[in-house]
């Protein structure tokens, strides 16, 4: 506890940082990451080293990640609310255009992408709040940095073809992960199987899926995923502000975004005896 405030410490050993320059590397683009404010990102209050490892203290936030959503869903065999689903999408869009619009104090763009946009790193907490955490392989365009190239970051299964390139990649990749993420939970399996993670790279890179299994799926929310999902990123939303702008004017009833008191009596309803044991401790 910092301040009053609990937390949650993230510990990383320097094994899974090469060399002095990608660790100064991290700690700069953690340190960037650290300025954003924002009610749908976990706030990093903190950054540093101690040893061989690297450290982040985060904001703690009593929920769930939508992984585990996802999974206490299946095993009850029940489906993911569409209005639940908007609501997620709506909220990491918020949350992820304040990130790609950020700019430092002195007014440079810091040109943040996530880069590893995936039901992992979505937390929903028990009071019904959306954040976009994990921001540990997003990299702020640094001004004296070049870029990496050749470096795939991220969960293959929600990698963007040009991420799966290996290639420069900007907000726009976010957005294709965004997709994935919002076509999972509208038909609750995975958008892509593959017998291996190289099988499925090769089918990313050429974006293959098949989008028949998206006629189950209402028309209106159909359009967004496919321009979402659009293999050319010329062809995608060109901000997450649009892409949020353009899901509001599709809703009907039974995709109109849940409030957050009716996100928190959803979560309190799937995770009631772990919430109990948590309040009991």
Not at 88 to 100: D, K, N, P, Q, R
Not at 132 to 144: P, S
Not at 200 to 209: A, N, P, Q, S
């Amino acid at each position: 506890e910092t301040l009053g405030r609990d937390v949650a410490i993230k510990f990383l050993h320097a094994g899974r940082i090469a060399n002095e320059e990608s660790s100064a590397r991290f700690l700069r683009e953690a340190r960037a990451v650290a300025r954003l404010s924002h009610p749908n990102i976990m706030t990093l209050y903190d950054v540093g080293q101690q040893g061989d490892w690297r450290y982040l203290v985060l904001e703690y936030v009593p929920g769930r990640d939508l992984f585990r959503v996802l999974q206490r869903l299946i095993n009850r065999e029940r489906r993911c609310p569409w209005r639940l689903a908007t609501k997620i999408v709506s909220e990491v869009c918020t949350g992820l255009h304040f990130a790609h619009e950020f700019r430092s104090p002195d007014g440079q763009p810091q040109e943040i992408v996530h880069r590893d946009v995936s039901p992992r790193n979505i937390v929903i907490s028990y009071n019904g709040e959306i954040k976009l955490t994990d921001f540990g392989v997003a990299r702020a365009r640094d001004r004296e940095e070049h870029t990496e190239h050749g470096i795939i970051k991220g969960k293959v299964r929600y990698l963007s073809p040009e991420a799966a390139y290996a290639k420069e990649v900007d907000r726009r990749s976010d957005l294709f992960s965004l997709g994935i993420v919002f076509a999972e939970l509208l038909l609750m399996e995975p958008l892509r199987l593959g017998p291996n993670e190289m099988a499925m790279l090769l089918d990313i890179r050429k974006g293959e899926f098949d989008r028949s299994r998206f006629k189950s799926i209402p028309k209106t929310l159909r359009a967004v995923l496919n321009r979402a999902l659009e293999v050319d990123p010329g062809d995608r939303y060109p901000s997450a502000l649009e892409l949020a702008m353009d899901l509001a004017t599709r809703y009907d009833d039974s995709s109109l975004p849940m409030s957050d008191a009716e996100v928190a009596t959803f979560m309190h309803s799937l995770f009631a005896d772990d919430i109990s044991a948590e309040e009991a401790r």
